[in-house]
């Protein structure tokens, strides 16, 4: 079987910026499962995979455009450090949720000083171009019910993710075969 749109595809990957940096590895661990073309995976890669097959390796180079964008100043603020409430030993690399306009966002911590911090809004690999090697394992039909919710259920009714850095935010249907709440935001591995 190929992948095409409905089909639930297993991987293997290796991700580099453009610098050749080595930011995630599953080979040697548990490869990744996504529902190919429901929005699961960075579009430049999800479209390099399609018509490939169960067997086949790939080499993929994804820019910014295809994958997380461009970097945008523009999502740099800085805010006072008492809108950080409570919270003590604020250092760079830290991440938070914060409310906005379009509701909550993923920010990180770029920069603390005396009564400000910077926070950064752009995603972690914003303005990266990525390296991809890619072993396509497994090609399967999507069940109807991964269809009408958009992503995969893994066997005992988890819904599936496979995503090293995604924040955490996919949470496990509990083996009751029913999704909970699901939030986008996956991060490295090329999920979206």
């Known amino acids: 079987m190929k992948i095409a749109a409905h089909t639930v595809v297993t991987l293997h990957y290796r991700l580099r910026d453009g610098e050749g940096e080595l930011i995630e590895d599953s080979f040697g661990g548990q490869p990744m499962q996504y529902l ?14 399609t018509d490939k097959a169960a ?28 809108a950080f409430g409570e919270i003590e030993d604020i250092t760079p690399g830290m991440r938070f949720m914060a409310e906005t306009d379009q509701g909550p966002a993923p920010v990180v911590v ?13 995603h972690p690999l914003a303005g990266v171009t990525l390296q991809f090697e890619v072993e ?51 991060g490295g591995c090329g999920c979206h």
């Open 36 to 49: 190919h073309g429901a929005n699961n995976l960075i579009p430049g890669l999800e479209a390099q995979l």
């Open 55 to 82: 067997g086949d390796k790939l080499e993929a180079s994804v820019a910014p455009e295809q994958a997380y964008g461009p970097y945008q100043e523009g999502l740099k603020q800085e805010v006072p450090l008492a």
């Open 110 to 122: 770029a920069e603390v000083r005396d009564d400000s911090v910077v926070v950064d809004g752009n």
């Open 136 to 186: 396509v394992v497994e090609v399967r039909a999507a069940t109807e019910e991964e269809i009408a919710h958009g992503h995969i259920h893994a066997a005992g009714g988890c819904c599936g993710g496979g995503c090293g850095d995604k924040g955490d935010d996919h949470e496990c249907c509990g083996g009751t075969g029913e999704c909970g709440s699901h939030e986008e935001g996956h």
